[in-house]
């Protein structure tokens, strides 16, 4: 599944663009859970979600983007800051594309994940994924930033593909 927002948002594959795709020679980035990654070069990054999230920002304008793969919603007091935690790792997402020359203002957020692994009950009292989720909504809503489109909860994981260099994202449910 490609998972792609309203017409024209962060593009679209089309027999226009798909020749030109293949010549395109993406670096190749696995995520681990607590990672994130941004880039100026075309990178293709893939990770694996269950109850965690990834939160992929892109900026058309300047065809760069980057993902975070964050198991917890928000850092304790005392906890180091670490993007293991969702609002370090998307407030360090954001700083990263800013620092490769983003403006905050020409991005959008594509956010995945967010499964519940252990089944039903869980899911209707707000586990793990559900939190997470919430915490990226909130937190991409504080800062502005749109969500162009999402594929979150249920019961199963996911791999995602992201493209950096045109904001595209696959989706295999697993």
Request: charged letters at 25%; a positive charge; hydrophobic letters at 40%.
């Given at each position: 599944?490609?998972?792609?927002?309203?017409?024209?948002?962060?593009?679209?594959i089309?027999?226009?663009?798909?020749?030109?795709?293949?010549?395109?020679?993406?670096?190749k980035?696995?995520?681990?859970?607590?990672?994130?990654?941004?880039a100026s070069?075309?990178?293709?990054?893939?990770?694996?979600?269950?109850?965690?999230?990834?939160?992929?920002?892109?900026?058309?304008?300047?065809?760069?983007?980057?993902?975070?793969?964050?198991?917890?919603?928000?850092r304790?007091?005392?906890?180091?800051?670490?993007?293991?935690?969702?609002?370090v790792?998307?407030?360090?997402?954001?700083?990263?594309?800013?620092?490769?020359?983003?403006?905050?203002?020409?991005?959008?957020?594509?956010?995945?994940?967010?499964?519940?692994?252990?089944g039903?009950?869980?899911?209707?009292?707000?586990?793990?994924?559900?939190?997470?989720?919430?915490?990226?909504?909130?937190v991409?809503?504080?800062?502005?930033?749109?969500?162009?489109?999402?594929?979150?909860?249920?019961?199963?994981?996911?791999?995602?593909?992201l493209?950096?260099?045109?904001?595209?994202?696959?989706?295999?449910?697993?």
């Open positions: 599944m490609i998972i792609d927002g309203p017409s024209g948002a962060w593009g679209a089309d027999e226009r663009t798909s020749s030109r795709d293949r010549d395109i020679a993406r670096v980035v696995y995520l681990h859970a607590g990672q994130l990654f941004a070069d075309p990178c293709e990054i893939t990770t694996i979600l269950g109850s965690c999230v990834a939160v992929c920002l892109f900026d058309p304008s300047r065809r760069l983007g980057g993902a975070n793969h964050y198991l917890l919603p928000i304790p007091g005392a906890a180091h800051a670490s993007p293991r935690f969702g609002n790792a998307i407030a360090e997402l954001l700083e990263r594309l800013v620092g490769l020359g983003s403006r905050k203002r020409d991005l959008g957020a594509k956010v995945f994940g967010g499964a519940t692994l252990t039903g009950a869980r899911a209707v009292a707000g586990g793990l994924g559900a939190k997470n989720v919430e915490l990226a909504r909130d991409l809503a504080r800062e502005g930033l749109p969500i162009i489109a999402e594929d979150v909860g249920g019961e199963r994981g996911r791999k995602i593909v493209r950096t260099d045109d904001g595209i994202v696959w989706v295999k449910k697993l």
